[in-house]
Nanobody, 114 residues
Framework: VQLQAYGGGLVHTGGSLRLSCSVS????????MGWYRQAPEKEREMVAT???????NYAESVEGRFTISRDNDKNTLWLQMNSLKPEDTAVYYC?????????WGQGTQVTVSS
């Protein structure tokens, strides 16, 4: 199983980006999927998760600005990011769980300039 995240880039404060995570297998039965990020010299943190296709959870710092969604037909996880701030600068990773195995994507860099 492979996860490939893309869609990162350089944007100005207040801008938007949409991240995509393409999964090499059907995601229909994947109960848990999520986005995480890691800024320089900081620990990796949860950004948003989606469980059972409907239960969404967001970090307080992104609540109201980011939206997580999934498309089972396209085997893709999305993260719509609006009103971006410099503190959102990080490498963003997608993650899922297959059985007891954690699977991570390779990460995509998001840089927000002030």
């Amino acid at each position: 199983v492979q996860l490939q995240a893309y869609g990162g880039g350089l944007v100005h404060t207040g801008g938007s980006l949409r991240l995509s995570c393409s999964v090499s297998v059907s995601i229909f039965r994947l109960n848990f999927m999520g986005w995480y990020r890691q800024a320089p010299e900081k620990e990796r943190e949860m950004v948003a998760t989606i469980r059972s296709g409907v239960r969404k959870n967001y970090a307080e710092s992104v609540e109201g600005r980011f939206t997580i969604s999934r498309d089972n037909d396209k085997n893709t996880l999305w993260l719509q990011m609006n009103s971006l701030k410099p503190e959102d600068t990080a490498v963003y990773y997608c993650r899922t769980r297959i059985g007891n195995t954690e699977v991570w994507g390779q990460g995509t860099q998001v840089t927000v300039s002030s």
